[in-house]
C-alpha cells in the first residue's frame, strides 16, 4: 500500500508544484482584479462538473462494480460510452448558451461581464470531455494499482498554461485570458495521449479493443444497473463538496473586487497538503479496501485504514500548523509580485487560515467515506454530504458579510467537520476510538505543540524580514 501511496503522492507533488509555479505566474501577469476574476470564473464550471462526474463519482462507483463485473471489457466499454454520449451533449448544449451558463456561475454580474466571460465559459468546458477520458483510462489504471501516470498527467496542464502565460505575458488582459483558455485545450489533449501511452505499457489496450468487438454479443445490463445504483448516490455525495464551492464562489461575486481570486489563490495552496496527503492517500487505498471487502477479508480493510489514519493524521497537523501560522509569508512568497499587491496577500492570507481550519476534518472525512463507498454505502454518504452542504450554506450566508472571502472559507470548514462527525458515527464510535486507543495519540499531541511553537517563532521572524 505505501508503495502505491508513495507514487500517487510524488505524482501529485509534481503537478501541484507546477500548478503553484503557473498560479504564481498568473497573479504576476493578471493580478487579482476584474479579468482574472472573468477567466477563474470560466475555469469554475469544467472544474466543477469534472470533479463531480469524473474524479468523484465515477471512479468510486466504478471500481467495485468494475471488480465484481464478469466482463470486464464489455462492462468498461457500456459505461465509458454513455458517459461520452452526455458529456458531449452536455457541451454543445454550454456552446450553444455560454451567456446562459456563465450567469449560473455568476449570479450578480451585470451582463458586460457575462458578455465577457460567456465566450471563455465556452472554450474552457470542453475540456470536461477530455478529463473525463482521463479519468476513465485512471481508473482502469487504478485497478492496477497503478496511480502515478493519473497523479503526474496535470503537469502537462500546468506547462501549457505556463507556456501560454509566458508567450502573451506583455498582450492585453482579454487577449491573455483567451491564451490561457485555448492552452487547457492543448493541456487535457496531451493528458489525454500520456494515458493512453500508459494502458498500451500496461496491456490494458486489448480490454477496450476486447469491449468494443464483443459489446453487441454480451449482455452486461445487470451490471450496469449496479453500477446506476451506486453511482447516483456517490453523484450526490461527490457533488456537495463541489457545489459548496461553486456557491462560494459566486457568493464571493456579491462582495469587492478581487474576492473570486482570493478564495481561488488561498484554496490552491490548501490544495496542495490535502492532494499530497488526503487524496493521495485515499486514492491509493481504495483499490486495496475494496478488494478486502469483496473477499469479506474486514480483519485487512481495518488494518490498513488504521495505518492510514495515523499517517494522514500526522501529515494533515503538520500542515495545518503550517499553514496557519505562516499564513502570511507563504502567501508573500508565492504571489506578491507584479500586480499582487500587499494587501492582496493580507486578503488571501486571512483565507487561507480559513481553509486550515477544515483540513484535518476534510481529510478525515475523506478517509472515512472511502470506507462508506468501498461497502457500498452510497446512499448514507450522500445523505451525510447533503446535511454537511446545508450547514455550509447557512454559515456562508451568515459570515460573508462580516468576514467577506474568509468567512466563505471558513463556513466550508465547518461544513467539513460536520461530515467528519457524521461519517465517523456511521462508521462506528467503536472503530474509531478504537484507532484512537494507541501510542500514537500521545506523538500526536507531542509533535503538535512543538511544531507550534517551532512555527509560530518562525512566523514572527519572517514577518519582520519580509515587512
Known sequence: MFKSVFSNSFGILISRVTGLGRDVLMTSVLGANMWSDIFLMAFKFPNLFRRIFAEGSFTQSFMPSYIASGQKSVFAVAIFIRFMVFIVALSFLVTLFPEFFTKLLAWDWGKDLISKTAPLTMINFWYLDLIFIVTFLGTLLQHKEHFFTTAFSTVWLNIAMIAALLLFSKSDPKTIVYALSFSILIGGVLQVLTHLYSIRQKGLLKILVGGWKYRKTKNVKAEESKFASLFFPSLLGNSTAQIASFIDTSLASFLTAGSVSYLFYANRVFQLPFAIIALAITTALFPTIAKAIKNENLTLAYKNLHKSFWLLSALLGLSVLGGMLLAEPIIWLLFERGNFTIQDTHN???????????????????????????MHKHLKAAKIAGVSLIVNIIFSLLLMHPMGAAGLALAGSIGGAVQLILTAREIGWGIVLNLLKTRYSFYFILGVGTFGVLFYNLNHFLLNLIR
Do not use: E, H, R, W
Request: proline letters at 4%; charged letters at 5%.
Open 348 to 374: 488571501t492570507a486571512d483565507v487561507l487560515v480559513m481553509y486550515m481550519v477544515g483540513l484535518i476534518p476534510f481529510g478525515l472525512a475523506k478517509l472515512f467515506s472511502l470506507y462508506l463507498y468501498a
